[in-house]
């Protein structure tokens, strides 16, 4: 490839440039298209000069359609694979092109092409010693064939004797060294590659001996050309061809100088920098490619006329008049109108350039702050919108509010940069940029998208501010239910309490004081109810607060767990249990009353038989003392009077019946009577009991009288002792409620000495005691007393 390269530098230096890497320059198809015009000497179509893919393919199209048209057939070249760097395809066409206009023309004694060279060199080599040319590798190796090519042609610049071969690495850099310097060939093969190698590159050393071949050739060929042209053409003829050649090219010149100031002239403006340059890139190919051609021809035009001028007057003939308006001055004249053009196009196209330039960097800038505004500006007006606000609490809204302050701050930052892009798009469109309306477009967008920004953040601001102070009252109304709902449901259930409280009363007076408070609970119910109704309007407040402005309420009362529908849910509750409590109170009072009645029924029976019992209990007292008659009289007495109190059982059973009503009616206390059943009952037992003994201790007294022969006045005599006994204690004793008199004056174990007080009275004792236990051990009394 190094070969190729020199070898394609060698020609393009003739128009001015060069190419440093082959695999890469020729990829845009310009360099590719200037190589064939100086090797072809033709014109190939303008070249496109566009950036693009498609403009480089398209010029390596137009190299590879000019080869084609010299009768070369590419296979498998394509120009896709020049312009992608395909190094293999990019050598191949160059290969080609080496071969046709390089190698294919070269022609010695009827053989051409590559055998054609190679007959060329072995003649010239033929004379020396130690050449053999048979090919185009190893027959080059030692450098000696290099050398004998110059040596033929230039004598001068080798000292061939000097040579040994085994030395090649000196003898090929001797051969390049020369020939670059003295011949213009530029050295193409590197001598240690040649050296090193078994089998040097055949393509590399045709391509360089080519060179020499056309450096030789053609020399000879303008030589003879000359010496011919001079020996054929006579003067006269000479300057003749000389007149029409001037003619001629003053003609072209002047039309082409004609057809080029309209061009330079023109100011048509260009959208894009790539568009200037193009123009740019044409106005650099006139000045390096089209422009030194034509001032070539100024050049030769003058000389051809200075030098047919001095012909003329060595000749002795006229000077040479050229026809109107084809005069040197008129060429100058033309010439110089050419390079005021040149120059003003040239300043033109710099100072459109920079304008375009500033344009495409303030697009640009443009561009890019507009799509970092665009960037974060996406999806604000979501945001800015969302009615999340509705949903929230107070705490949250004030949150929100705080969040939303800062990104005001944000959007008072960004404004420099609306300004800035407003500006800009001012200024692009004061500098006529030729995409001014997509960025009006834009611009505008931007504006009217801050402006609704602005105005959704004081929207969105507004309602934050409104939804605080909507959720701050709304927090005092929950604040108040909860310090008025809380002692409100504890009043309810301790009313509900109350109400479900069972009681246990005893008497009247106990159920009417539970009425009592019962009635004064039931006449706190209106203003239980307005307090209710007016905890039920807080919350009612707040509903209407929520509703009216939009508030979704999202959590119940912070401040109490204690929810209307329970305080309804309670006062309906206890609205029922007051009839039933008013239910169990009366039931309990008729109850009450029907027990009063029962009390007072049995407390008069049972005064008037306790009454009974006692006065009958004095009434046998008296009687067992003050007793007269004979034992038979007062054992008839005694029979008469048992069964008048006999008689009185039907009494006792009613009073039974009562008791008995008293104790169904779990009825334990009576203030009505001082008796109870119970020392009823033994009341009644004990006089029954009493009257009983003592008409068995007159029959005793009977028996006894008749069986023991003892008188009657003796009998009186001891009961008249027992009765002075009884008469000193019978003024302390007596039946009553609590201790039922159990004395009988026969009942002697039972006696009481407590009466006994005077000194008379213990006389009376002892000898009453003497009585006693005399009638004892005569067997007239059964006696567990013991006389002290």
Not at 323 to 329: F, H, I, L, P, T
């Amino acid at each position: 490839s190094s070969t190729f390269t020199a070898w394609c530098n060698s020609h393009l230096r003739k128009a001015g440039t060069q190419i440093d890497n082959i695999e890469e320059d020729f990829r845009d198809g310009l360099k590719l298209m200037l190589l064939l015009e100086v090797i072809s000497g033709e014109r190939l179509p303008k070249p496109e000069r566009g950036k693009m893919r498609v403009h480089k393919i398209n010029n390596v199209n137009k190299a590879l359609d000019f080869i084609a048209s010299k009768g070369v057939k590419l296979v498998s070249i394509g120009a896709e694979e020049i312009v992608d760097g395909n190094a293999k395809m990019t050598l191949g066409m160059i290969w080609t092109i080496i071969l046709r206009f390089a190698i294919q023309d070269i022609s010695v004694e009827e053989t051409s092409a590559k055998e054609g060279l190679l007959l060329w060199c072995q003649r010239k080599t033929a004379p020396y010693k130690n050449v053999n040319v048979q090919n185009f590798h190893i027959s080059w190796k030692d450098g000696l064939a290099f050398n004998a090519l110059i040596h033929r042609h230039r004598p001068d610049l080798i000292d061939y004797d000097s040579l040994r071969k085994d030395d090649p690495v000196t003898n090929l850099n001797n051969a390049f060294e020369v020939a670059e310097k003295h011949l213009d060939i530029p050295k193409m093969l590197d001598a240690e590659d040649i050296v090193n190698t078994a089998r040097p590159d055949e393509k590399a050393i045709m391509t360089y001996v080519s060179s020499f071949y056309h450096a030789f050739s053609g020399a000879q060929k303008a030589e003879t050309a000359a010496n011919r042209i001079c020996k054929v053409l006579a003067v006269n003829q000479e300057n003749e061809q000389m007149m029409e050649d001037y003619e001629k090219l003053a003609s072209d010149l002047l039309e082409w100088i004609r057809r080029t100031i309209p061009w330079l002239e023109n100011r048509t403006q260009e959208k894009t920098v790539n568009d200037m340059q193009a123009k740019q890139e044409d106005f650099r190919d006139y000045r390096c490619v089209h422009k030194p051609p034509k001032v070539q021809e100024k050049c030769q035009l003058e000389i051809s006329f200075n030098t047919l001028q001095t012909k003329l007057r060595l000749s002795s003939r006229p000077a040479f008049m050229p026809s109107e308006g084809r005069m040197v001055s008129d060429i100058n004249g033309a010439w110089h109108t050419l390079e005021g053009a040149e120059k003003g196009y040239e300043e033109w196209i710099l100072s459109e350039i920079r304008r375009l330039e500033r344009l495409e960097h303030l697009a640009e800038k443009f561009h890019q702050k507009a799509a970092i505004h665009e960037s974060w500006t996406d999806g604000k007006e979501a945001m800015l919108t969302q009615k999340d606000y509705e949903t929230s609490t107070l705490s949250e809204v004030k949150a929100l509010l705080k969040k939303h302050e800062a990104f005001e701050s944000d959007l008072a930052a960004h404004q420099d940069r609306v300004e800035q892009i407003a500006a800009i798009a001012q200024e692009l469109n004061e500098l006529d940029y030729y995409d001014s309306a997509s960025v009006n477009t834009r611009c505008q967008k931007i504006c009217d998208q801050w402006d609704v920004l602005g105005a959704l953040t004081q929207s969105r601001k507004e309602s934050l501010e409104r939804t605080e102070k909507q959720l701050e009252s709304i927090d005092e109304l929950y604040l108040e239910y909860a310090k008025r709902a809380a002692p409100f449901n504890n009043w309810m259930e301790g009313a509900m309490e109350d109400l479900q409280d069972m009681f246990i009363v005893h008497n009247i007076e106990e159920i009417q004081g539970l009425i009592t408070a019962h009635e004064q609970f039931k006449s706190t119910l209106p203003e239980a109810n307005k307090e209710r109704e007016a905890i039920q309007a807080i919350q009612a407040e707040v509903q209407k607060i929520a509703q009216s402005n939009g508030i979704k309420l999202s959590g119940a009362n912070p401040y109490t767990t204690i929810t209307p529908e329970s305080i309804d849910n309670k006062w309906e509750k206890v609205g029922p249990m007051v009839p039933q409590r008013d239910s169990a109170l009366q039931e309990e009072l008729n109850k009450q009353n029907s027990n009063d009645t029962l009390r007072a029924k049995f407390a008069t029976q049972a005064n008037a038989v306790g009454a009974y019992i006692q006065a009958k209990m004095e009434e046998i007292g008296r009687i067992s003392i003050e007793m007269n008659g004979t034992l038979e009289d007062q054992l008839t007495n005694l029979k008469d009077y048992q069964d008048t109190i006999i008689s009185y059982q039907p009494e006792i059973n009613t009073l039974e019946g009562d008791h008995q009503l008293i104790q169904e009616a779990l009825i334990f206390d009576n203030q009505y009577t001082s008796y109870t059943m119970e020392h009823l009952r033994v009341g009644w037992e004990q006089l029954l009991t009493t009257i009983a003994r003592t008409i068995n201790e007159v029959e005793n007294q009977i028996l006894t009288r008749d069986a023991k022969g003892i008188s009657q006045e003796q009998l009186f005599e001891y009961r008249a002792s027992f009765n002075h006994f009884d008469k000193v204690r019978a003024p302390s004793s007596g039946l009553t409620a609590a201790s039922p008199h159990r004395c009988c004056p026969f009942y002697a174990d039972e006696v009481s000495v407590l009466g006994l007080r005077a000194k008379q009275n213990i006389i009376i004792y002892n000898r009453m005691c003497k009585n006693i236990k005399q009638m004892v051990l005569k067997g007239i009394f059964r006696c567990k007393f013991n006389p002290l």
